[in-house]
């Protein structure tokens, strides 16, 4: 079980952005599943459907006013094993290509711009269309898929003719791959799962658009990055201020000493910080595959500390 938590700690460290999206959804899918299980053996299924209620994406605007957290909150929500288990697989897949050549970043802004546009669409296609008018004030969105839409169909439309070994299929371009899901989407968005249709075709408008402002020199992800930082600082303890007091004259020598000793400890611990800083920020960039060895040895050396 250490080492489960370590391996869960080093995705942090090393600032990994896909492992940290996988890694949040599983716990979460883990937390919910373990506590429906629970409230099932207590006869209390009504607290764990009241909680699910507050984490998922409602289709009524008016329900959404009291619960605006869920438009982030629903696409790191799952129910179902299957249903998790081929969000972050697609998501693994296929997040490693715009992580790998445009940065974690810009993996980071495509979940989450994905996931609210898909949510947003969602929402005003239920509201839009009378088809769906008997539905809207019990339908509730769940799922990553349309954050995960977005990277694939962004990813399609930054390389369209990379190849991807598919299972009992073989070799296939991404253009194809982005081309099945969103249509697939489509002729489905009226069936059973019609909201998660929808929030997939929202997400696909974002993941292609997305990638077109970002060549164009419009880097959707920065707000998003700059909100994250934020709230990051948040839970980051603040440094204690040591106040010291001069002793009488005989010391003064040996105080200096003492002063000029601490300097360069303190210059010492800088600069390694300032090392480990510019060793994340080469991650968030262009990966972990990007880091030389020595830099790697260095991430790991301070992991353990």
Do not use: C
């Not at 190849?163 to 070799?171: A, E, M, Q, R, S």
């Not at 990051?232 to 020598?253: H, N």
């Not at 972990?288 to 060895?293: E, F, G, N, Q």
């Amino acid at each position: 079980m250490k080492s489960i938590l370590d391996d869960f700690k080093l995705a942090f460290k090393t600032g990994n952005v896909l492992n940290q999206i996988i890694v949040i959804n599983v716990v979460v899918f883990l937390f919910m599943g373990v506590l429906s299980v629970l409230l099932t053996l207590s006869n209390q299924v009504g607290i764990y459907s009241e909680l699910a209620r507050y984490l998922t994406l409602p289709a009524d605007t008016t329900s959404l006013v009291f619960r605006p957290w869920s438009l982030i909150t629903y696409f790191f929500f799952h129910e179902g094993l299957f249903h998790i288990l081929f969000n972050m697989l697609w998501m693994y897949w296929f997040g490693r290509i715009i992580a790998e050549y445009l940065g974690q970043n810009k993996l980071l802004g495509f979940y989450f711009w994905g996931g609210i546009g898909g949510g947003l669409f969602y929402i005003l296609v239920y509201n839009l269309f009378p088809f769906f008018a008997d539905a809207v004030p019990y339908a509730n969105l769940l799922g990553a898929s349309a954050g995960v839409t977005a990277i694939v169909v962004g990813a399609a439309t930054f390389q369209p003719n990379f190849t991807v070994n598919l299972i009992l299929i073989g070799p296939v371009k991404l253009k194809y791959i982005a081309a099945f899901s969103v249509v697939a989407s489509l002729l489905q968005s009226t069936g059973s799962n019609a909201g998660g249709e929808i929030a997939h075709l929202g997400g696909a408008l974002v993941g292609y658009f997305g990638m077109v402002q970002l060549q164009k020199g419009n880097d959707w992800s920065k707000p998003i990055v700059s909100f994250i930082i934020w709230v990051k600082s948040l839970f980051k303890p603040q440094p204690k201020i040591k106040v010291s007091y001069k002793k009488e004259a005989s010391s003064r020598p040996k105080a200096k000493a003492s002063k000029r000793a601490s300097a360069k400890t303190s210059s010492k611990k800088e600069t390694s910080q300032a090392e480990i800083d510019a060793i994340l920020d080469k991650i968030s960039d262009k990966g972990y595959d990007a880091l030389s060895k020595e830099e790697k040895q260095k991430l790991f050396n301070a992991s353990k500390d």
